[in-house]
């Protein structure tokens, strides 16, 4: 180990010759004497000592000092000997094409204005908004139109877009009638349905929650281009009333359901339909927020006290579930169901847990208006349904 460390051979040398030169004092301590030994060093050990030797600095070489300003005193040289000719043409600086392109484009853009004539007003959802009912207010200013600013030649109300100009239904019906041509046969309807109807279909769009859309619109038109016939699946609470979403998909893109099986539709695009001519439709940047409508539950139900109305909800919470409902499920045969039950029971409980609390209450509303009944209760994902009074219910019927 010594010969592998020389450093601290030499340091124990040099403590032993200094340790040889002190006299023999008795009255030395031996604190005084190692307090000697770590501060009395002498210089052989600061000399031999690596950890705290000082290290020599690299001094650079003349050589290559004097080869760099050889070789900058040539380029010098050179540069002084080049001249410019001036009798040669100078070229002259040509503008870049692209930045011109790119600033026209960003003009049309921004001038850019879609004059529709689709005889509609503008909503974000057809066929899940009912424009009979105002809100109460706005999550949003209305003053910003999901369009963007300037894209539409129509105002922003904060619920829709509403059409300018007359409506003139004859020649819109006329011009839907030209566009569809001569009624499809049943060989023909067979064909176009064995070919878009499977699973497997790629010409197929997703109808979920927000229902007949706007966006959807310019989406169906899109696929029409290189297909006769759309695959339209259906899921979630516009599964309610299929009616309803059948009349909308007809009346607001020009096409016919020619078919239709539970949830599965197919909207034909007609035999005279030319993608040249079809209408514009201006596309919805992002999805408004939803307006606050009044309240849908009541404290006391109509024709009811207050301790009748909670004897209700204590009841259809305490009752066995009609039947229990999927998040994004298809629930054709709810309101059928609901009707049988009212035969016999006043009061009925639907399980909708894992739904969300937005999709219940959407359902009570479109079961209000088509069974029809008094939803009087929302809680922890449960929805209680009155049939509401006798007379009511004979005189509506």
């Given at each position: 180990?010594?010969?592998?460390?020389?450093?601290?051979?030499?340091?124990?040398?040099?403590?032993?010759?200094?340790?040889?030169?002190?006299p023999?004092?008795?009255?030395?301590?031996?604190f005084?004497?190692?307090?000697?030994?770590?501060?009395?060093?002498?210089?052989?050990?600061?000399?031999?000592?690596?950890?705290?030797?000082?290290?020599l600095?690299?001094?650079?070489?003349?050589?290559?000092?004097?080869?760099?300003?050889?070789?900058?005193?040539?380029?010098?040289?050179?540069?002084?000997?080049?001249?410019i000719?001036?009798?040669?043409?100078?070229?002259?600086?040509?503008?870049?094409?692209?930045?011109?392109?790119?600033?026209?484009?960003?003009?049309?853009?921004s001038?850019?204005?879609?004059?529709?004539?689709?005889?509609f007003d503008?909503?974000?959802s057809?066929?899940?908004?009912?424009?009979?009912?105002?809100?109460?207010?706005f999550?949003e200013?209305?003053?910003?139109?999901?369009?963007?600013?300037?894209?539409?030649?129509?105002?922003?109300?904060?619920?829709?877009?509403?059409?300018?100009?007359?409506?003139?239904?004859?020649?819109?019906?006329?011009?839907?009638?030209?566009?569809?041509?001569?009624?499809?046969?049943?060989?023909?309807?067979?064909?176009?349905?064995?070919?878009?109807?499977?699973?497997?279909c790629?010409r197929?769009?997703?109808?979920?929650?927000?229902?007949v859309?706007?966006n959807?619109?310019?989406?169906?038109?899109?696929?029409?281009?290189?297909?006769?016939?759309?695959?339209?699946?259906?899921?979630?609470?516009p599964?309610?009333?299929?009616?309803?979403?059948?009349?909308?998909?007809?009346?607001?893109?020009?096409?016919?359901?020619?078919?239709?099986?539970?949830?599965?539709?197919?909207?034909?695009?007609?035999?005279?339909?030319d993608?040249?001519?079809?209408?514009?439709?201006?596309?919805?940047?992002?999805?408004?927020?939803?307006?606050?409508y009044?309240?849908?539950?009541?404290?006391?139900?109509?024709?009811?006290?207050?301790?009748?109305?909670?004897?209700?909800?204590?009841?259809?919470l305490?009752?066995?579930?009609?039947?229990?409902?999927?998040?994004?499920?298809v629930?054709?045969?709810?309101?059928?169901?609901?009707?049988?039950?009212?035969?016999?029971?006043?009061?009925?409980?639907?399980d909708?847990?894992?739904?969300?609390?937005?999709?219940?209450k959407?359902?009570?509303?479109?079961?209000?208006?088509?069974?029809?009944?008094?939803?009087?209760?929302?809680?922890?994902?449960?929805?209680?349904?009155?049939?509401?009074?006798?007379?009511?219910?004979?005189?509506?019927?």
């Amino acid at each position: 180990m010594m010969k592998l460390l020389p450093w601290h051979r030499i340091t124990s040398q040099a403590n032993s010759t200094l340790f040889s030169k002190i006299p023999n004092i008795p009255s030395l301590s031996f604190f005084t004497i190692s307090h000697f030994q770590f501060h009395s060093q002498t210089d052989q050990e600061d000399i031999f000592d690596p950890p705290f030797s000082p290290t020599l600095k690299p001094h650079n070489k003349p050589n290559q000092r004097n080869k760099v300003n050889d070789v900058s005193n040539e380029y010098s040289e050179k540069a002084s000997s080049f001249t410019i000719n001036s009798d040669l043409p100078l070229k002259p600086h040509k503008p870049n094409k692209n930045k011109k392109q790119e600033n026209q484009d960003c003009e049309k853009a921004s001038n850019f204005t879609v004059n529709s004539d689709l005889p509609f007003d503008f909503r974000y959802s057809y066929s899940e908004t009912n424009p009979a009912v105002k809100p109460i207010g706005f999550r949003e200013p209305p003053r910003f139109s999901p369009f963007g600013p300037g894209r539409v030649d129509r105002k922003w109300t904060g619920t829709s877009a509403p059409c300018l100009q007359p409506v003139d239904l004859e020649k819109v019906a006329e011009d839907r009638w030209r566009v569809l041509g001569e009624p499809l046969s049943e060989e023909e309807i067979g064909e176009i349905v064995e070919k878009y109807r499977h699973n497997d279909c790629s010409r197929q769009m997703n109808l979920g929650r927000g229902g007949v859309t706007h966006n959807m619109l310019e989406d169906i038109h899109n696929y029409w281009k290189r297909a006769e016939a759309v695959r339209i699946k259906c899921l979630g609470v516009p599964t309610l009333d299929m009616d309803n979403v059948c009349s909308h998909l007809e009346d607001k893109s020009g096409g016919k359901v020619i078919y239709r099986h539970i949830n599965i539709l197919l909207l034909y695009r007609g035999r005279n339909y030319d993608p040249k001519t079809r209408p514009t439709i201006p596309v919805m940047l992002w999805k408004p927020l939803a307006p606050i409508y009044p309240k849908l539950v009541k404290n006391v139900a109509d024709g009811l006290t207050f301790e009748e109305t909670k004897a209700m909800r204590n009841k259809g919470l305490n009752a066995p579930p009609l039947t229990k409902l999927s998040r994004n499920g298809v629930y054709v045969n709810v309101v059928d169901k609901v009707r049988a039950a009212f035969e016999t029971e006043e009061v009925v409980r639907l399980d909708c847990t894992h739904v969300g609390t937005s999709d219940c209450k959407r359902i009570g509303v479109k079961l209000r208006d088509l069974v029809p009944c008094v939803p009087i209760l929302f809680k922890d994902e449960q929805i209680i349904l009155w049939r509401g009074q006798k007379d009511e219910q004979n005189s509506g019927s």
